[in-house]
């Protein structure tokens, strides 16, 4: 017999309490909601919330966490890892957390920044010699661009907050986009040199500085990290930042500790659930070469809750540091001129709120209401639905993540509305 929703929910809750030993141990010590300013009564209505979204048969399953004041005070594990074959969801299960990739690969340059290895008005082509010649498009037809050189070289802070003038060309629809997706850059056989250089022989889409467009820009500043550390971006993240953070579960290839553990991913076809295939692509495995800083690694939610709790304690976490207090603060500062904030939609299901951009994510710039939260909350998202924000006001941190694509992005202000809704004196 299939138990009734709301016995399902109190399970999950339940099963939280007893499933949080894996996130301790991982480093965030846990407290009850009160003891942090929080509402447990209105936490709880997270996970029936999340459950509904399973039962309905539009998301597999989903974990959220919400830390305040350094503690974990809330986690809930809902629906499955893996449908068909009846795996529920775990606190350590892993995620594909494709451009959540993009705050570490950012905060990895900003390590170079401040250790004085790199400038960020430097040109890119100080690293990546075939930038030097980057022209941009100017008109015409895809087949036959025309083209101007750049106002400006393209700097290591326009990579950081996506005004390089690169595009993505699987998001946009302009002759730009088009050149993209007929050079065929997703090629998981690829180095992060070849992607760069690849990149530097396409037209960028508007000269540096004068807009802003999602694009591979933080692949590029991987290649930009691997250039000045001398080290390969896996090598320099594993060093740098994941032993010092206790990140045993983040990597860009699936290890032996990840077997089992793997989420499926799941697409939306004709309102129903349907798993992609492989399990395991050939960019995570170990023959994949694509080391790609703006969408490749996978992760888990306790990993990527130190990184972010690293952040909103300016650089430290268990008393290792990995940045300074001051270069936290300019990574999550807006850096776009006025004329550029708000960012624009990335797609047309772009959430509400009105955003510039840091080193590393969207800043949120205003207090409005909807969705609710504070300024200079720094957030961001990965194509299969993982979301993240971090606001230091309230001094907390907040998750969920399913894999789903297309990105829900209908998710990430209906899950902000139930935690600042706990949120006491707000």
């Known amino acids: 017999m299939t138990p009734h929703p709301t016995l399902r929910a109190i399970f999950t809750l339940v ?4 499933l949080t030993e ?26 029936p919330t999340l459950q509904s979204y399973v039962d309905s048969g539009k998301f597999p399953g989903f974990l959220a ?5 350094g503690k974990l005070a809330y986690l809930a594990s809902v629906g499955w890892m893996d449908v068909e074959h009846r795996r529920a969801m775990t606190p350590d299960a892993v995620f594909r957390i494709y451009s959540l990739t993009k705050p570490i690969a950012s905060t990895a340059a900003m390590q170079l920044y401040e250790r004085g290895k790199l400038r960020l008005d430097d ?25 101007h050189d750049p106002e400006r070289p393209v700097t290591v802070a326009d990579l950081l907050t996506h005004t390089s003038g690169l595009t993505y060309g699987f998001i946009g629809d302009t002759p730009a986009d088009s050149i993209y997706r007929r050079a065929g850059l997703n090629n998981p056989n690829w180095t992060l040199a070849q992607l760069s250089d690849s990149l530097a022989h396409l037209p960028l889409a508007f000269s540096p ?20 550390s001398g080290m390969t971006f896996d090598r320099y993240l594993d060093s740098a930042l994941f032993r010092p953070l206790g990140m045993s579960m983040t990597a860009f290839h699936v290890t032996p500790e990840m077997e089992g553990r793997l989420t499926t991913l799941y697409r939306g076809a004709d309102g129903k659930l349907q798993a992609s295939t492989p399990l395991i692509g050939p960019e995570y495995t170990a023959e994949g070469r694509m080391l790609s800083g703006g969408g490749g690694l996978l992760s888990t939610v306790s990993d990527y809750l130190r990184f972010a709790q690293m952040l909103l304690n300016g650089g430290e976490l268990n008393g290792h540091r990995v ?6 603060a300019l990574m999550m500062r807006d850096h776009l001129p006025p004329g ?12 509400p709120g009105r955003n510039g951009f840091g080193y590393g994510g969207a800043v949120r710039v205003d207090s409005d209401t909807t969705p609710p939260g504070s300024p200079g909350t720094l957030r961001w998202a990965g194509a299969a639905s993982t979301f993240f924000w971090i606001d230091p006001r309230a001094d907390l941190v907040a998750m969920v993540w399913t894999q789903y694509l297309p990105p829900a992005w209908s998710l990430d202000p209906q899950f902000q509305r139930l935690v600042y809704g706990s949120v006491k004196g707000r």
């Not at 940045?323 to 936290?328: G, N, P, Q, S």
């Not at 550029?340 to 959430?351: E, K």
């Open 65 to 69: 966490v919400v830390a305040r004041h």
């Open 22 to 47: 894996s996130l301790i141990a991982q480093g965030l010590p846990r407290a009850r909601p009160e003891e942090v300013g929080l509402s447990a009564a209105a936490l709880e209505r997270i996970a």
């Open 209 to 228: 500085g004068s807009r802003w467009n999602y694009s591979y820009s933080i692949d590029v500043l991987a290649r930009v990290v691997e250039v000045a």
């Open 323 to 328: 940045l300074k207090r001051e270069t936290v």
């Open 123 to 147: 040109p890119v082509s100080k690293y990546i010699p075939a930038f030097a010649g980057v022209k941009v498009y100017a008109g015409g037809a895809a087949a036959t661009p025309v083209l």
């Open 15 to 18: 099963s939280c309490c007893l």
């Open 340 to 351: 550029l904030t708000p960012i624009p939609p990335v797609t047309p299901d772009w959430p």
